[in-house]
Every structure is written in C-alpha cells, then in structure tokens.
C-alpha cells in the first residue's frame, strides 16, 4: 500500500495496523487524512518516547515484559493521556514490537 500522501513530498508509511484504527468496514477513513497522519505521528512518536522507561523498568527494576507493557497500557488509558483505548492499545504493540518482545494481542 502507498503511503498516505497529502502532497508528493509527504512520504509517511502508515501501518495497515495503524490503518485499521481508523477505516469503516468499506475501508474508508473515519476522519480527515490531516488529522489520521497527526494521530499516527503522535502513536508512534509515543512508542519512540516509551523505549528507554520500559527497558529501564525491565532491566533495571527486573519487570517482566507484560507487567511492563500492563503498566504502560494503564498510563496511556488515563483520562488525560490524550490517546483512545484502541491508540494506547496500538502504541504497545509498537513498543512491543520495538523492543523485541512478543507481541502483547489486541487487549494485553
């Protein structure tokens, strides 16, 4: 799938995981592409953000892997966080999958 592209110069590959959040069963976006790209940039920024305080827990404090990212799913679920459950819920998979570890489901 080509990237989600407002202007030739915009060059960002949205996940179809990601892509998923935000489509209508006919595949259609719920919300303008501006916003979508917004909201995707700040998920993955997040997980990004995420990386050194979740090895830190677990390596550090000696966290196991879902004890972490249960941790981590609960502040992103806060209600002033900012994020929707199926963002926060997005945003550990990635932090999953960026730090190697198996991926936590749909609702770890």
Known sequence: RRPMSGSPDDQTFIPPSFEALYRDPRGRLRIDRDEYRARYELCEDMAQMLLERAQAWHH?????????IGRTLAGLRGADSGFRPDESRWVVRRLAELLGWPDPGPDP
């Not at 000696?62 to 004890?67: A, C, P, Q, T």
């Open 60 to 68: 550090d404090l000696g966290l196991s892997e879902d004890v972490v």
